[in-house]
């Protein structure tokens, strides 16, 4: 007990140092195994073991990879004779596809068709027809004027040059047939006085 001696810890010091410093190791290497898992695991209990559930005798059979391709090839199948059979017995849904080699035959390429128009004798037939139609609607609109012109495009338009207010006076009917019977009159007077 001299003066200069370190202090001494007691029992319940001590103790209670080893159980912190073994609780820094564990969670040392805990940490080390959570940032290391290229390391593995390594037992060195003979006590600790896991178990197997897949390999075990009492597990159930597993597929092989040829039976799982097999039975996924039968399911499909099975799918398609299942669509086939509601396509047979519900014909009122219709047919329906999206693959584009899908195809018919064709009845008027084949040799047995009736003759059909070239394209080119088409096209000019299509527009003789579009040039009669055209020529049709003038004559009816020269021969019928009392129709009148309907117009369906709100852009056009045109002006009136009888009846705006800069025009010209014109004459009312009266006096225009008025003027018209003295004019008549006057050009028989003349002539019986020459």
């Known amino acids: 007990n001299r003066a200069s001696a370190p202090e001494m810890e007691d029992d319940e010091d001590a103790e209670e140092r080893?159980?912190?410093?073994?609780?820094?190791?564990?969670?040392?290497?805990?940490?080390?195994?959570?940032?290391?898992?290229?390391?593995g695991v390594t037992a060195t209990?003979?006590?600790?073991?896991?178990?197997?559930?897949?390999?075990?005798?009492?597990?159930?059979?597993?597929e092989d990879d040829e039976d799982a391709e097999e039975r996924v090839l039968v399911l499909a199948e099975a799918a398609a004779l299942k669509k086939s059979?509601?396509?047979?017995?519900?014909?009122e849904v219709g047919v329906t596809s999206a693959d584009g080699a899908c195809f018919g035959r064709n009845y008027f390429n084949r040799p047995s068709a009736p003759?059909?128009?070239?394209?080119?004798?088409?096209?000019?037939?299509?527009?003789?027809?579009?040039?009669?139609?055209?020529l049709k609607k003038s004559a009816m609109d020269?021969?019928?004027?009392?129709?009148?012109?309907?117009?369906?495009?709100g852009a056009c338009f045109g002006r009136n040059y009888f009846n705006r207010p800069s025009a010209p006076e014109t004459e009312e009917d009266e006096f225009a047939d008025e003027r018209a019977e003295i004019l008549a009159e006057a050009a028989a007077l003349k002539k019986l006085a020459t």
């Open 45 to 62: 209990d003979g006590a600790a073991f896991g178990r197997n559930y897949f390999n075990r005798a009492s597990a159930p059979e597993m």
């Open 142 to 153: 020269y021969m019928h004027p009392e129709v009148g012109v309907t117009s369906a495009d």
């Open 85 to 91: 059979a509601m396509d047979y017995m519900h014909p």
């Open 18 to 39: 080893a159980c912190v410093l073994a609780e820094a190791a564990a969670l040392k290497k805990l940490a080390t195994d959570y940032m290391h898992p290229e390391v």
């Open 115 to 134: 003759e059909t128009e070239d394209d080119e004798d088409a096209e000019e037939r299509a527009r003789v027809l579009a040039e009669a139609a055209a």
